[in-house]
């Protein structure tokens, strides 16, 4: 599996998105979006690609598994890809946390079995993410335009560079996969099972997107907001926040972007029973 569709699996999911936004008040849907029309096309070819291929094998992979097994599973994936945080701790010249996310990948390296239990949690070493986009945002490179891209999902202009540096420079399953000789394509098995494993984790929140009015507009700007909350630790000033939800803006109106949400709630509501209802011949 290609580095670009798994990370489809990862923009394609709001949880963190969700999670963050979860405290914030409404925010306003972000207008400065030119390439708004392709985007959009993307987005329903990337939904259908979802919807076909990776959801249902993703919805029988839980059929097969118990929590038990697929959280081993995720935190093998999330301690063995612990080396890009690292890499991008160092690279935006933040040693301490560096030294953290390299002790909580050999405690769970080792006495983790592998990486698929996880007592460095327990033992007090949080995790972090870190990634070449944040890295770049950190040293002050604009975000640019706002991309849907096929296989990948959303990104900017600054954070598409973290696919060629993260996934060939700092990922240790690229690496290896990189400096072995597959002769059946098993090194495709791990990117494959990592695709699943994320996807299989966001099933119980696709009801998060599907309750948006303009899912694409949702997706857009919770990306934007979530990557917000990265560079900034989870503290972005209050200005950027002001600025986020468009609390500057004098013609933004809360109130009614709420009424906007409950409109389109009502008409969904209504045009579900029309179209369950059997037809008669």
């Known amino acids: 599996m290609s580095s670009p569709l798994r990370l489809l699996a990862l923009r394609l999911l709001p949880l963190l998105a969700i999670a963050l936004l979860a405290g914030c008040s409404i ?3 972000r207008t400065d979006d030119p390439h708004e029309q392709f985007n959009r096309k993307v987005y329903a070819f990337n939904d259908s690609l979802d919807q076909a291929v990776i959801r249902p094998v993703a919805v029988g992979y839980r059929k097969v598994t118990n929590p038990p ?5 995720s935190d093998f994936f999330t301690n063995i890809k612990m080396p890009i945080t690292v890499a991008n701790d160092l690279l935006q010249a933040r040693p301490m946390q560096a030294a953290r996310s390299t002790g909580r990948f050999l405690v769970n390296l080792t006495l983790g079995v592998g990486g698929f239990f996880d007592p460095a949690s327990q033992l007090g070493l949080p995790l972090e993410d870190n990634d070449f986009g944040v890295t770049l945002a950190r040293w002050g490179v604009p975000e640019g335009d706002f991309l849907m891209l096929p296989f990948v999902g959303p990104t900017t202009v600054r954070d598409v560079w973290r696919l060629p540096v993260d996934s060939y420079f700092f990922d ?6 990189r400096n072995h000789e597959f002769h059946y394509g098993q090194y495709y098995i791990p990117q494959v099972l990592y ?3 994320i996807r299989s984790r966001a099933i119980d929140a696709e009801s998060f997107l599907k ?11 919770a990306y934007r907001q979530q990557r917000i909350y990265r560079i900034y630790d989870g503290n ?10 468009g609390l500057k803006e ?3 109106d809360p109130d009614e972007l709420l009424n906007e949400q409950h409109q389109w709630e009502q008409k969904q509501s209504q045009e579900q029973p029309a179209a369950q209802k059997p037809s008669q011949n």
Do not use: C, G, H, W
């Open 172 to 177: 240790p399953l690229s690496y290896f996969s």
């Open 69 to 73: 097994v697929r959280r081993a599973v």
């Open 250 to 252: 004098k013609n933004f």
């Open 211 to 221: 309750s948006a009015y303009d899912p694409y507009v949702f997706l857009r700007d």
């Open 195 to 197: 695709l699943v494993t």
């Open 27 to 29: 925010a306003k849907p």
């Open 236 to 245: 972005p000033p209050a200005e950027v926040i002001e600025q986020m939800q």
